[in-house]
């Protein structure tokens, strides 16, 4: 339960009065303890190594050995999420966290405590990475989408699976964490699929404070489950178009639907668009006519691009959970008319893993993997095209894998750095 806890941010850092330490960082081990999530500490303990870039060896607690002096870093459990701490401790330091971001902040302090000067008293700080921006956009870029199926449980019960690991994966705790990874990544676009109104109660008004607003809530009474939200300061909205899927047999209590919006931007008048949608999601076994229920909801995307390119020509993003891998009939649509995959266009960086994991009411959570495939075009059921590009370029496509994402749902965030 430590790990979803939300609290005020604070930040106090101070020189402690402890026993002097003399010594420089390459006189420092960096290790990463056995209670530490494995993950997260062994990578923390190279990140250190390269913001100090002094070579220190990074070992885990079982091959540390020796009194030599050290910087450990742990995962307690004594910390909630995004709260860390460091401390001096016998000519050693150690950092503590709830988690990987707040273990990242607390490195990066360190490291300038650290670098490029022998240290001549204790080390005491602590804070917490609540309610910052962490994640810089890729250099050269100018845009930046942030999409995530949320994972729809809208019940006020832990599932039974969710109580024997200790974890609450209620809409209260799950929707503070979906808002500090929009504040870390200010995106100026934000796309989501199985959102609820019970977890728009719970999300909307925390990142409506750092100015995010809907596009639209739906149309005719019919909630929108595929809502895309803007940053305001950023972007304007020019067009907005909400299409739920039908016949209801093939849209699941209305989830099954897509958004459209076109975007003006208002620092240079630039336009963009982005089509967010959640498709039927039974497979062709389970339900006969489901492929095709698919590619006829691709078909209306399509229909869509179409007319958003002949009124406004701008660059044009699919994203969303599509339920279906690369090499099927209805994602091959998207390939027939020329739309390319944002992780294929990108020039500096895509991450190429499936984005998907275990997290359901009754199995609880895991990053195992069930999906046909490991990568994207064999296992991949979250995809993010763009078409008409024109000038715009795609720099990062990435997946957001910080241990913190994976009790909230099976799909890992991702996020498209790009260049209007």
């Given amino acids: ?21 003399s010594a420089a960082p390459k006189d420092y081990k960096v290790i990463y303890k056995a209670d530490a999530e494995p993950e997260e500490g062994s990578q923390m303990a190279e990140y250190l190594v390269s913001l100090l870039g002094s070579g220190n060896a990074v070992a885990d607690s079982e091959a540390a050995g020796g009194p030599e002096r050290r910087i450990e870093i742990v995962n307690s459990g004594n910390m909630s999420l995004w709260e860390y701490e460091a401390y001096s401790r016998k000519g ?40 910052e921006v962490l994640f810089d956009r890729s ?12 994972w729809d449980y ?19 705790v799950r929707a503070p964490q979906y808002a500090q990874m929009v504040r870390a ?8 699929q199985e959102y609820s109104s019970h977890m728009d109660a719970e999300f909307l008004p925390r990142i409506a404070e750092w100015g995010y607003v809907h596009t639209t809530t739906g149309s005719d009474g019919n909630w929108n489950n595929t809502p895309i939200f803007y940053n305001s300061g950023k972007v304007e909205v020019v067009d907005c178009e909400f299409v739920l899927y039908t016949p209801k047999k093939w849209s699941n209590h209305g989830s099954k639907s897509f958004t459209s919006a076109v975007f003006r931007r208002k620092e240079d008048g630039k336009l963009f668009a982005l089509i967010n949608t959640h498709l039927w999601w039974k497979s062709e076994k389970a339900q006969p006519g489901s492929i095709q229920a ?26 969303g959970d599509m339920n279906s891998e690369e090499d099927t009939l209805p994602i091959r649509q998207f390939f027939e008319e020329g739309f390319v995959p944002c992780y294929r266009a990108a020039t500096v960086y895509a991450n190429m893993e499936n984005g998907h994991h275990i997290c359901s009411p009754g199995d609880g959570f895991s990053r195992v993997s069930r999906r046909k495939g490991a990568d994207r075009k064999t296992g991949a059921i979250d995809h993010c095209f763009i078409w008409n590009a024109g000038d715009t370029e795609v720099k990062v496509f990435d997946c957001i894998t910080s241990y913190f994402t994976v009790p909230l749902t099976d799909h890992y965030p991702y996020f498209i750095d790009s260049r209007l």
Avoid: H
Wanted: aromatic residues 6%; proline residues 4%.
């Fill in 92 to 131: 050693s330091i150690v950092i503590d966290g709830g988690g990987e971001w707040a273990l990242r902040k607390a490195c990066e302090l360190l490291a300038g405590k650290l670098k490029g000067a022998r240290v001549a008293r204790g080390i005491a700080f602590s804070g917490s990475v609540e309610g």
């Fill in 154 to 172: 809208s019940k006020d019960t832990i599932p039974p699976a969710w109580q024997r690991l200790g974890v609450d994966c209620r809409d209260a």
């Fill in 1 to 21: 339960m430590k790990r979803f806890a939300s609290f005020a941010a604070v930040l106090c850092l101070a020189l402690a009065p402890a026993a002097l330490v």
């Fill in 185 to 192: 990544y200010m995106p100026d676009v934000l796309a989501l």
């Fill in 294 to 319: 698919r590619a006829a909801q691709i078909r209306l995307i399509l229909a869509q691009a179409q007319c958003i390119k002949a009124r406004y020509n701008c660059p044009i993003f699919v994203t």
């Fill in 139 to 150: 250099e050269g870029s100018d845009l930046r989408i942030l999409v995530d199926n949320i």
